[in-house]
């Protein structure tokens, strides 16, 4: 399994960006995938996720302005669309998913991976 993410950038304040994380490797049967962010000199912080089961969180300080879905038609891919930003948006964001897929036996497998980061660079 492996994550991709995409769509960083830079933009100005109140501008919007829209991140995906692609999953690929095997089809999740279970799933919780969210969007962690890293500013400098800070800890890695959840931002938002999102399960298969339909749940959906987001951190206090993106609610309103952050949404995230995920498309799992195929192969998972969730975004994260990112309106009105501000410059203490700006971080490293990593996608992350916590999954579950059968394998050829037929046997859960269960496992934790993170994608690579992408650069959210917000000015004022």
């Known amino acids: 399994v492996q994550l991709q993410a995409s769509g960083g950038g830079s933009v100005q304040a109140g501008g919007f960006l829209r991140l995906s994380c692609a999953a690929s490797g095997r089809r999740f049967s279970r799933y919780t995938m969210g969007w962690y962010r890293q500013a400098p000199g800070k800890e890695r912080e959840l931002v938002a996720e999102i399960s298969s089961g339909g749940s959906i969180k987001y951190a206090d300080s993106v609610k309103g302005r952050f949404t995230i879905s995920d498309d799992n038609a195929k192969n998972t891919v969730v975004y994260l669309q990112m309106n009105s930003l501000k410059p203490e948006d700006t971080a490293v964001y990593y996608c992350?998913?916590?999954?579950?897929?059968?394998?050829?036996?037929?046997?859960?497998?269960?496992?934790?991976?993170w994608g690579q980061g992408t650069l959210v660079t917000v000015s004022s």
């Open positions: 992350n998913a916590d999954y579950t897929y059968y394998n050829d036996y037929g046997s859960p497998v269960v496992g934790r991976q």
